[in-house]
């Protein structure tokens, strides 16, 4: 089955400065790539996700992530934090045309104003 | 919308009791999970059902069971809790993989349900 590995459990960031999740998955095969984000106190959404094609991903809120497969990596990326991305982060891989899916750790990300 | 609910937001059981989790999602979604969430651990994938009456096995069943009677909902059981089942279990469903759909299998998560055992 496919595994995900986030590499920071948590980091502190000064606002505007610039960000950048790690994320490792292991499969051998074609996967979709997710990233989602859990603010405090509320439900899990989607921030963005890689299906096919363009392997650098645009998401809400500024955030992008990049899709390197050589590297087995999908970093996530915003240039410029702002107090309210304050949240838990979750990679998420699920191997292609298969229905379920398997989270990493989590990377909670705490942005001082 | 998706809307995926979960029965309760916060409960609280002793130990060896019977636990019932609820969730309800309303967008005919054929495929429904149950994850436990916990600090350092992330989401781990408890049960999963692709079909009504249909159940298949995460990463940590033991000590869990699933329903599926109804398309609409998932049934997480805790047949006799135990405290190590402390934890925020979230609900989430999703629609089936289709061959050129770009949207297929983003989850929608519910809000999560906090059980205490004790």
């Known amino acids: 089955a496919q595994s995900v590995s986030q590499h920071n459990h948590h980091v502190i960031l000064s606002e505007a400065a610039s960000l950048e999740l790690g994320c490792n998955y292991s499969?051998?095969?074609?996967?979709?790539l997710f990233w989602y984000v859990q603010y405090p106190g509320q439900h899990l959404q989607l921030l963005l996700k890689?299906?096919?094609?363009?392997?650098l991903v645009k998401g809400i809120k500024g955030f992008e992530a990049e899709f390197i497969k050589s590297k087995f990596s999908f970093n996530l990326r915003k240039p410029s934090v702002q107090w309210s991305d304050t949240a838990e982060y979750f990679c998420?891989?699920?191997?292609?045309?298969?229905?379920?899916?398997?989270f990493g750790a989590g990377t909670r990300l705490t942005v001082k104003p | 919308d998706v809307k995926v609910t979960q029965s309760s937001r916060y409960l609280v059981k002793r130990t060896g009791e019977k636990v019932f989790l609820e969730c309800v999602q309303d967008?005919?979604?054929?495929?429904m999970f149950w994850y436990r969430q916990d600090p350092g651990l992330g989401l781990r994938l408890i049960y999963f059902?692709?079909?009504?009456?249909?159940?298949e096995k995460g990463d940590i069943p033991e000590g869990y069971s699933v329903s599926r009677e109804k398309k609409e909902r998932f049934s997480l059981i805790l047949e006799s809790a135990s405290t190590n089942q402390t934890s925020m279990y979230l609900c989430?469903?999703?629609?089936?993989?289709?061959?050129?759909?770009?949207?297929?299998?983003?989850?929608?998560f519910g809000p999560g349900t906090r059980l205490t055992v004790l």
């Open positions: 989430a469903s999703s629609s089936i993989t289709l061959m050129g759909q770009e949207d297929y299998n983003e989850q929608f």
């Open positions: 499969y051998g095969g074609t996967v979709n």
């Open positions: 890689y299906f096919s094609g363009d392997p």
């Open positions: 998420a891989v699920n191997a292609w045309n298969n229905n379920d899916m398997r």
């Open positions: 967008m005919d979604h054929e495929n």
């Open positions: 059902s692709y079909d009504v009456k249909m159940k």
